[in-house]
């Protein structure tokens, strides 16, 4: 079972409307979640850390944490063209202070 | 704003060469870490280092690889002998606790030929 996975394939979407993007995790014992964005060629950059159940807003940005259900979520509203990316989930992992990434989720905003 | 930078930026070199990558964290961070990406695939966790010792490493950081920090800036990673599949984009990431948020550098892209 992999750490953490993000299954789905590119997300297109138009301009304005909302992206949503999952992560599961395998660690029950997992204390924190990030969510890190990367543009082709560059290094992952913080978009969102949440570290308790429940939602975190950040401007466009929202994270949800279901420690129960082993998954975290991105929404970002209002998408615009820079927004396209590959969105990156990452689990610290119980004991550890390593981060484990997801494969990542390509979105592309459609003008 | 503070962030970790990386040189060079890119690196060319032979198999069987050594290369050293060199990073500088954030300065009051206190946790450093290495981690590769090979092209088209997921970031992969090398090695964390506080206190000026190893935390912990995975399993790709066999005993061609080592890590120092030479003097009170630098973080760096040395690959003794480069094989082809060590061609990667290399990050070095700095946070100031072990489950604080990570801060990744610019990457250095290494070429093995």
């Known amino acids: 079972q992999k750490e953490v996975e993000q299954n789905s394939g590119p997300l297109s979407v138009p301009e304005g409307a909302i992206a949503s993007l999952n992560c599961t995790y395998s660690?029950?014992?997992?204390?924190?979640f990030f969510w890190y964005r990367q543009y082709s060629g560059k290094s992952p950059e913080l978009i969102m850390f949440i570290y308790s159940n429940g939602d975190k807003e950040d401007g466009r940005f929202t994270a949800q944490l279901n420690k129960a259900s082993q998954y975290v979520s991105l929404l970002i509203r209002d998408s615009q063209p820079s927004d396209s990316a590959t969105y990156l989930c990452a689990v610290t992992p119980y004991g550890n202070n390593r981060l484990a990434f997801g494969k990542g989720n390509q979105v592309v905003v459609i003008p | 704003e503070p962030e970790v930078t990386q040189t060079p930026s890119h690196q060319v070199t032979q198999m069987g060469q050594e290369v050293i990558l060199r990073c500088v964290p954030i300065s009051n961070h206190l946790y450093f870490y290495w981690y590769r990406q090979i092209l088209g695939q997921k970031v992969e966790f090398l090695v964390s280092?506080?206190?000026?010792?190893?935390?912990?490493k995975s399993e790709i950081f066999d005993d061609q690889f080592s890590v120092e920090r030479p003097d009170g800036s630098n973080f760096t990673l040395k690959i003794r002998s480069t094989k082809l599949e060590d061609s990667a984009m290399y990050f070095c990431?700095?946070?100031?606790?072990?489950?604080?948020?990570?801060?990744f550098g610019p990457g250095t892209r290494l070429l093995v030929l």
């Open positions: 660690d029950r014992g997992s204390q924190s």
């Open positions: 990431a700095s946070s100031t606790g072990g489950e604080e948020t990570q801060y």
């Open positions: 280092f506080y206190n000026n010792e190893i935390s912990e």
